[in-house]
Nanobody, 125 residues
Framework: HVQLVESGGGSAQAGGSLRLSCVAS????????MGWFRQVPGKAREGIAT???????TYRDPVKGRFTISKDIAENILYLQMNSLKPEDTAMYYC????????????????????WGQGTQVTVS
């Protein structure tokens, strides 16, 4: 099964930017729905951005207009460009994958993804 490794987390000032990367061990083009999730201690993991097998992107409302999900198909890398960061964006960020197409109403649900990276911490102050 596909393995995922995230990087790019760190500390940033409010209003700043970070770019997260997730390298997949195999091609995800046309085969996997990919997503970025985040979790704060004591709270449930939440989906924030996904890109489906047909390239359709979905975003959770708090990050719309600030975060952009994209893929480098040739390098099997999933990105999350995060701009205009806010302290409430502080969380552990995870990359996830699910083989197949996912209906719009389910894309941000963590329970449908069965491949996960180890996470990368983002801290905004």
């Amino acid at each position: 099964h596909v393995q995922l490794v995230e990087s790019g987390g760190g500390s940033a000032q409010a209003g700043g930017s970070l770019r997260l990367s997730c390298v997949a061990s195999e091609s995800t083009e046309y085969t996997y729905c990919m997503g970025w999730f985040r979790q704060v201690p004591g709270k449930a993991r939440e989906g924030i951005a996904t890109i489906d097998t047909d390239g359709t992107t979905t975003y959770r409302d708090p990050v719309k207009g600030r975060f952009t999900i994209s893929k480098d198909i040739a390098e099997n890398i999933l990105y999350l460009q995060m701009n205009s960061l806010k302290p409430e964006d502080t969380a552990m960020y995870y990359c996830a994958a699910m083989k197949g197409w996912v209906s719009a109403g389910r894309r941000l649900r963590g329970d449908i993804y069965n491949h996960w990276g180890q996470g990368t911490q983002v801290t905004v102050s």
